[in-house]
């Protein structure tokens, strides 16, 4: 087989009309039975496999699909299956695969966290004393031969071993990484065997972390690691780096000995010039020229240039063209979109469209002529988007400018901000409260979409979610929660309720992404400047308020969150965009003040997750990032409390950044990691409010009693009564209302007594 030159990384999963979801969610709640679910796997593969084909890849990728996560599929293809599954031995079943990921009645699920700097979650690997790894399955063989069967020749995609043992996470100190990468080496080797022995030429193997600033451990884990698998019998091997630059990293990654190597080109285009620079003797290059993270038409004459230069220095047969990064990250096909505005959407590309432009770089490989009209085509679109009135608005530039220091503090410090706001509201040691959204039904969801189809009139709605407000507010009371939210129901989702109301952003019909499992986002778009019209939540906030004497939180989302869950304009810097979302927030949460709204959270959960992978880049973000919040919320009275929300967040590096946000309450996803993440905020004296998650809302199993008791009392060991709020670790809209209300009663129960334990004393 010839070097193939038109590559794919990665396809979205999920489908163009997210198949993948309603399948799992099918098999989930007994609809589906599993020879159902395994035969919708099957026929999305196919189409896949089939329009990347179609599309011009030469050769799509093979074990790209999975029904929950690869880094899960790995685990469980290598015997990482924490004991509290009970696995007795052999390949994990399907059962115990969800329970993993999801949790069981008898098992809290694996950890999740943010694959590095995007908004899709992966499984955290344990790596527990005495886990015994063995191969237990032959996925990656056994969806190559599939495709192999359908007369497709596919790469087989295999994340590395060492960013597997790097994003893991040893459950005991006496765990070394180095034990398990030796333990699952051999595993690896017999992976690469058999995908040679059943024809496979090129394996792609994923190792982002050389992008990350590696330890002199973790280097040597690549040059032990490399210097075996090569050494065995296995297929050329695509070396696969994306999200960032190789930098220091680069004479590493070349000294590994594969056969080929893949470099973001997007991210990070100096990387080409660096290499192009080092002995590269025999070396396959791939380049990641086509954004696969954002939804912006690729400037393709800008990336032939790096084609050319690519191929000036190695030839025309050691040159591939690919995305940046795998196309999970995209939405499936722009051809769906009919209702979008035409000439924004004429600057778009989807994965199905990305390919094309794959496609078109890859026929030029022999010559720029070859695609001149291609190329010409697309600078007449990218011509159109700059030239565009609709993109820049001076009214909001001009704001901007008059941003100055005061804008961004609080009146007071924080310890006499406390003693206005026990006085305003009056709360118990260790109050309840909740996140925000409550149980979107399915009656819900079906009155959304009548109203947004125009089936339903403007006040039959408005008269609904009303009453569906006035029954979560009654529910509250009777659960004798302490501080009460709305409920959220006229929200679609935290990101997406926002932009539609902002200036400066585009939606689509469906532009679906994978966060985690079966559940699927549809980012915003933000194509222009951004700016606020009217209030956007103070009808709801109001009306809640309205029918109860206990405070209701107001519930914003915050600028970072914003920009990172959208798809972001880039033709200027994401810190001018963030602001001005932040002026947009600060706007809303005047307004709520204003109505007599006394707790606000502005909720922050990618704060974390927008970190550049390397150290040196944090303090730019960090500043910009916080300065981001901090002007959404510092123009309210010292009585009026800001809450904030953030999830999956490893926090012990960014405190400083954490304490800078000021925020008065600060509530966290805690109950999976048994309150490990409040080590950070005790090192640092953390003087605000904390409420630490003390029941995981992304499993459908309700905690006993006892159990959010320990964490409390896990929670009381690094805190004081006076910072510790009680509160789930995040939204309740996924859930439903039986097992809700079994919980936050317990959790209310709990925490009472918990309090009167305190008062005892």
């Known amino acids: 087989m010839a070097y193939p030159t038109a590559a794919n990384l990665g396809f979205p999963r999920m489908g163009a009309h997210r198949e993948l979801k309603f399948a799992l969610e099918g098999f989930w709640s007994g609809k589906l039975d599993q020879s159902s679910l395994l035969n919708a796997a099957r026929e999305l593969r196919t189409i896949h496999w089939s329009l990347q084909r179609e599309a011009g890849i030469t050769t799509p990728p093979s074990n790209d699909f999975s029904f929950y996560d690869h880094v899960l599929d790995l685990a469980a293809t290598l015997g990482a299956v924490p004991a509290r599954f009970a696995h007795s031995g052999g390949p994990v079943s399907l059962e115990t695969y969800f329970a993993m990921a999801r949790g069981s009645a008898g098992a809290t699920a694996m950890e999740m966290t943010k694959w590095f700097d995007t908004n899709y979650h992966y499984v955290v690997p344990e790596f527990e004393p005495g886990m015994k790894y063995e191969l237990l399955s032959t996925k990656i063989v056994d969806e190559y031969l599939e495709a192999k069967s359908l007369g497709i020749e596919t790469r087989p995609v295999l994340l590395g071993p060492v960013s597997f043992v790097l994003l893991g996470k040893p459950t005991d100190a006496k765990v070394k990484r180095a034990d398990i990468l030796k333990a699952i080496l051999p595993l690896y080797a017999s992976l690469l065997s058999q995908l040679k022995a059943a024809g496979a030429e090129w394996v792609q193997i994923d190792e982002p972390c050389l992008c990350l600033d590696l330890t002199a451990e973790s280097k040597m884990f690549y040059l032990d690691s490399y210097q075996q698998l090569i050494a065995g019998f296995s297929p050329k091997l695509m070396l696969t780096t994306y999200f960032g630059d190789l930098a220091e990293n680069l004479d590493l990654a070349l000294s590994l ?105 890859s026929r030029g490989i022999e010559g720029r002529q070859k695609i001149a009209s291609e190329l010409e085509q697309n600078a007449s679109f990218l011509s159109s988007r700059r030239s565009s009135p609709r993109i820049h608005r001076e009214e909001v530039e001009k704001r901007l400018e008059a941003v100055d220091s005061p804008m961004l503090s609080r009146h007071s410090e924080y310890p006499a901000r406390r003693i206005a706001q026990e006085k305003a509201l009056g709360l118990p040691p260790l109050p309840t409260t909740t996140i925000g959204s409550f149980p979107q039904t399915a009656e819900v969801r079906k009155m959304r979409a009548s109203f947004r189809a125009g089936k339903l009139d403007a006040a039959s709605y408005e008269k609904f979610v009303e009453e569906e407000t006035e029954r979560c507010i009654r529910f509250q009371e009777n659960a004798g929660i302490d501080v009460l939210v709305h409920g959220e129901f006229e929200r679609n989702d935290m990101v997406e309720y926002f932009g539609e109301q902002l200036e400066g952003f585009v939606f689509s019909e469906n532009g679906w992404v994978q966060s985690y499992g079966s559940r699927c986002v549809k980012p915003p778009i933000i194509f222009g400047d951004v700016s606020r019209s009217q209030a956007m939540t103070v009808r709801w906030s109001s009306y809640a308020q309205s029918l109860t004497k206990l405070p209701v939180k107001g519930m914003l989302t915050g600028p970072v969150t914003i920009l990172q869950w959208s798809f972001v304009r880039d033709d200027q810097p994401r810190s001018q965009t963030c602001r001005q979302i932040a002026l947009a927030i600060r706007d809303e949460v005047h307004d709520l003040e204003t109505a007599g709204i006394r707790i606000i959270q502005i909720d922050e959960p990618a704060i974390r997750e927008g970190l550049p992978l390397r150290r040196a880049d944090w303090p730019i973000y960090l500043a910009w990032s916080v300065d981001a919040f901090r002007l959404a919320s510092s123009d309210v009275s010292d009585a009026t409390q800001i809450h904030t929300h953030m999830c999956y967040s490893e926090f012990n590096d960014i405190m400083d950044a954490i304490v800078r946000m000021d925020a008065d309450v600060i509530s966290m996803e805690c109950s999976r990691s048994r309150m490990e993440l409040l080590d950070a905020f005790h090192r640092v004296r953390y003087p605000n409010e904390i409420g630490p998650g003390v029941y995981d809302i992304h499993s459908p199993r309700v905690p006993a009693a006892s159990e959010m008791e320990d964490l409390l009392h896990k929670a009381l060991e690094v805190l004081t009564p006076q910072q510790l709020w009680v509160n789930p670790d995040c939204g309740l809209k996924t859930r439903g209302w039986e097992e809700v209300g079994h919980a936050l009663t317990s959790m209310v129960q709990t925490a009472r007594q918990v309090r009167e334990s305190l008062v005892a004393r």
Request: one cysteine or more; hydrophobic letters at 45%.
């Open 257 to 361: 000995g594969t056969a080929g190597l893949h470099l973001d080109l997007v991210r990070a285009p100096q990387q080409l010039e660096a290499l192009l620079q080092k002995e590269t003797s025999g070396l396959y290059l791939s380049l990641g020229l086509i954004d696969g993270r954002n939804v912006w038409r690729s400037d393709l004459n800008r990336a032939f240039e790096s084609v050319e230069t690519a191929v000036a220095k190695l030839g025309t047969d050691r040159i591939q063209i690919a995305p940046s990064c795998s196309l999970l990250h995209s939405p499936v096909d722009l051809d769906l979109e009919k209702k979008m505005d035409a000439e924004i959407r004429s600057w778009m590309a989807f994965a199905r469209q990305k390919l094309s432009e794959i496609a078109v770089l």
